[in-house]
């Protein structure tokens, strides 16, 4: 048995989970799906008013209960004196239950999909496909999210009401196949879906809204429904993390060893030390090659220790180098920052595998790090009587490790970070504006994003720090990880609120993260 998702994760709704959940309310709760299908049609028509509160109304429905929510809406918005359009892309007689029902009860007309179906509308409301499609669209399905996706692209930006998900996007992944809608307003019922949080999908959701429709907030625990194994990261995340106390010592307080930097790149490992400082560690080893070690130590931090790294005369590591840090780690038990700023010289590649077989403790492995693995995502598995290992890549390097490009990895990004966390059993935090922590047992955080000044060199390494700093208080991989993910975003929101996200260095970003820490402190106090 998995764990649960920990506390400050907030559950997200795949496909299966939503089914199960809108069976139980229909045949346990015995709540009406009639019902259910009113109060969604009436979110969408509240949202279609609140967008545009005159002129014509397209609505474009599919089959299934999503194209039902459509129908509804069309009646309950001509009852408030609105003018409609009702376009299906499929034959009447597809319709079934309670969908079918709510086509026969709008009464008014309905065209079956055509060109030019769009013309003259103030808003569109997306009502083509559920949170249970999946795969490329066929035929007027298409054709239509085709035309949609087009009239809100266009000149006019014809605002958009999606149903559920924006129809083209897989509401457990947040791929799109193929052609996807984009939405101004996509309105979810009873719990968000994963894909609405996860891009592509998330670039395309437009402001999300969940809408209560009568299904019980908690289920019983007789309901026999899958537990959510996806959420969405929230401040209480950071509740519980250790915090030092009067009889601590630096010990207690945690080991962080990095390793990293190189010729032209030595501010990379001292971004990650001061990360690592300011979440917690109690001290903070700094190891670096012997080419580059004054340089390294003349901009770290004053509080670090300095480990000199044997390398071969032009700052790349030697796999002389791993029982020195071995050794370093072993003395404190220690955890292991290693590749920021590593560069691409010397042995990496057997210094890195060396290092994760022969390392005892936690370990994070981020930037050069894993490229000196590309294509041998293998390599990053440790023994599990070893301990945990955390990878931190953005789309390029996980890429590299899986042999994939970037642009591969951003189609299907919740995809390949399951790969790649399931083949060297580690938690992987894949980068990003929805960054995911994804744990081989299944689990996945997902950050909220919306933090553009952390798009700037270097903050990847004060996330790898962070993390390395939660794994040195004891925290479990996949808690540390997705706290840290937290911390890192709100520094950098905070940052911003007071530079601008143009402004935000990565400095700044490490130093802000104390204050997150604190500031959620006193919110629980």
């Known amino acids: ?69 459509g129908y509804v809406a069309a009646r309950c918005l001509a009852d408030r004196e609105r003018d409609v359009r009702v376009v299906s892309t499929v034959p009447a007689e597809r319709l079934r239950g309670d969908a079918a029902a709510a086509r026969d009860a709008w009464a008014g007309p309905v065209a079956e999909w055509r060109a030019g179906a769009l013309d003259d509308a103030v808003v569109i409301v997306d009502a083509i496909l559920g949170t249970g499609a999946q795969g490329e669209l066929r035929d007027a399905a298409r054709d239509a999210v085709a035309a949609i996706r087009a009239a809100a692209d266009g ?40 894909g ?20 019980p907030a908690s289920t019983r625990p007789d309901a026999d429904l899958p537990e959510p194994r996806c959420g969405r990261l929230t401040a209480s995340i950071l509740d519980g993390l250790p915090t030092r106390d009067s009889a601590g010592t630096k010990f207690r307080s945690g080991h962080v060893t990095v390793v990293g930097g190189s010729p032209g790149m030595t501010g990379a490992p001292c971004l990650a030390a001061l990360g690592a400082m300011r979440a917690g560690a109690g001290y903070v080893t700094l190891g670096a090659a012997d080419r580059v070690a004054d340089l390294v130590a003349a901009r770290a931090p004053w509080e670090t220790l300095g480990l000199v790294l044997p390398d071969d005369g032009e700052g790349g590591l030697v796999p002389a180098a791993v029982p020195v840090i071995v050794e370093t780690l072993a003395a404190h ?76 990895v951003g189609a299907r990004r919740l995809h390949h970070a399951r790969v790649l966390a399931e083949r060297a059993q580690a938690v992987v935090v894949l980068k990003g504006d929805d960054t995911l922590v994804v744990d081989p047992d299944g689990r996945v955080a997902i950050s909220p994003g919306d933090a553009p000044g952390l798009a700037t060199a270097g903050t990847g390494d004060v996330l790898a720090g962070i993390v390395g700093a939660l794994l040195a208080r004891g925290v479990a991989p996949f808690d540390a990880a997705a706290a840290a993910v937290w911390l890192h975003l709100q520094a950098g929101r905070m940052v911003a609120e007071e530079l601008g996200h143009d402004g935000v260095v990565a400095s700044d970003v490490a130093r802000a993260v104390a204050a997150v820490r604190r500031r959620r402190a006193r919110v629980t106090q």
């Open 196 to 215: 609405a949080w996860i891009a592509p999908g998330k670039g395309l959701t437009g402001r999300l809204v969940v809408a209560y429709i009568g299904i």
């Open 1 to 69: 048995m998995t764990a649960p998702l920990p506390r400050g994760v907030q559950p997200l709704f795949d496909a299966e989970t939503m089914r199960a959940t809108d069976r139980w309310a229909i045949e346990r709760r015995g709540i009406p799906g009639r019902e259910l299908m009113a109060a969604a049609g009436r979110a969408l028509a509240d949202e279609v008013i609140a967008l545009a509160p005159d002129g014509l109304v397209v609505i474009v429905c599919g089959a299934g209960n999503n194209g039902g929510d």
């Open 333 to 408: 038990e220690g955890t292991l920052v290693v590749g920021p700023g590593l560069g691409r010289g010397g042995q990496r590649g057997p210094v890195i595998r060396e290092l994760l077989s022969a390392a005892g403790g936690p370990v994070v492995v981020d930037a050069d790090a894993l490229t000196a693995v590309a294509g041998e995502p293998d390599a990053l598995r440790r023994d599990p009587a070893s301990g945990p290992t955390v990878v931190t890549p953005h789309a390029g390097e996980l890429g590299r490790v899986l042999g994939v490009d970037a642009a591969t």
């Open 155 to 194: 000149p006019r930006r014809t605002p958009v009401v999606a149903c559920d998900i924006p129809s083209g996007v897989d509401a457990t992944s947040g791929e799109s196949a193929g052609p996807a809608v984009r939405a101004t307003v996509t309105v979810t019922f009873h719990a968000a879906p994963p």
